[in-house]
């Protein structure tokens, strides 16, 4: 009988072992397709709560990673797009810098790990940011939500903003949370888009007013910002879905 136990055991414990793996195998799986979000935009507009609470250089499994929020104090943007992580912060009124660079906090972030993504032409119809919400919507009714997506493809013209909250500032409401913003107007670029749409997290990484949070960064890398308004070029831009 115990011969028979020492050699059930080994047999026992592969089993175990194969077991833990499938579990963790599967969640691995499960956390690259679920759009992950700290903090929220609510408590850093209304409740002033400014400091980091996630560390980009923390975040696991960097090559297939998205995301996009404000630094912290808000002080500048936050973008990673392809597993490159870039921050853009105020110099003037028409000048700002875009570094490339892991080593930043967000008070709110939300991010996600795609490995595969299905690729389409967008319509010439889409020339606006409300169409362009509006065609998600209807194209993913059956679509897992929320989800990241790209744009890539030029705008006739766009508006981004790098947030630029003057060091020491109390905010207690979003209009308090804008002061220092600076806006930058863009024309005739080629650009690459990162967006996240959700229509369950209006205020907390989205704004009230829509479904979507974008950034947006010209394809020299020169430029980047959240993404207020653009005007598309017909013909150019390809939308990226993460693959079903």
């Known amino acids: 009988m115990k011969l028979i136990l020492r050699a059930a055991f080994p047999l026992l414990s592969a089993a175990m072992l ?14 690259e397709s679920e759009v992950q979000v700290v903090g929220a935009m609510r408590n850093v507009m209304w ?5 980091g609470t996630i560390d980009l250089d923390t975040i696991a499994g960097k090559e297939q990673l998205y995301g996009l929020g404000p630094v912290e104090y808000l002080a500048g943007e936050l973008l990673i797009l392809d597993g490159n992580s870039h ?3 105020v110099i003037n009124d028409s000048t700002m810098r875009v570094e490339e660079t892991f080593a930043s906090k967000a008070p709110f ?20 940011l409300p169409q362009l919400e509006l065609y998600l919507d209807s194209v993913t009714q ?3 939500r929320p989800f990241p997506f790209k744009v890539s493809g030029k705008v006739a013209q766009a508006t981004i903003h790098i947030v630029n909250l003057p060091a020491g500032s109390k905010v207690s409401s979003p ?6 913003q600076v806006n930058y107007a863009l024309r005739d670029e080629a650009v690459d888009i990162l967006g ?11 704004h009230h007013d829509t479904f979507m949070h974008l950034h947006l960064i010209t394809r020299d890398r020169s430029k980047m910002g959240h993404l207020d308004e ?12 993460p693959a079903q």
């Not at 194969?18 to 956390?31: G, V």
């Not at 409740?47 to 400091?51: H, N």
């Open 47 to 51: 409740k002033g709560e400014l400091a």
């Open 142 to 144: 059956n679509s897992k």
């Open 109 to 128: 972030f939300v991010y996600a790990r795609v490995s595969n993504w299905t690729a389409q032409a967008l319509p010439d119809s889409i020339r606006s």
């Open 87 to 89: 921050k853009s912060v």
């Open 18 to 31: 194969s077991s833990c793996t499938t579990e963790e195998t599967q969640t691995a799986s499960a956390a």
């Open 175 to 180: 209009d308090e949370a804008h002061r220092g």
């Open 230 to 241: 653009a005007t598309f070029q017909p013909g150019t831009l390809t939308l990226y879905l």
């Open 196 to 206: 996240f749409f959700s229509t369950e997290h209006k205020a907390v990484f989205t």
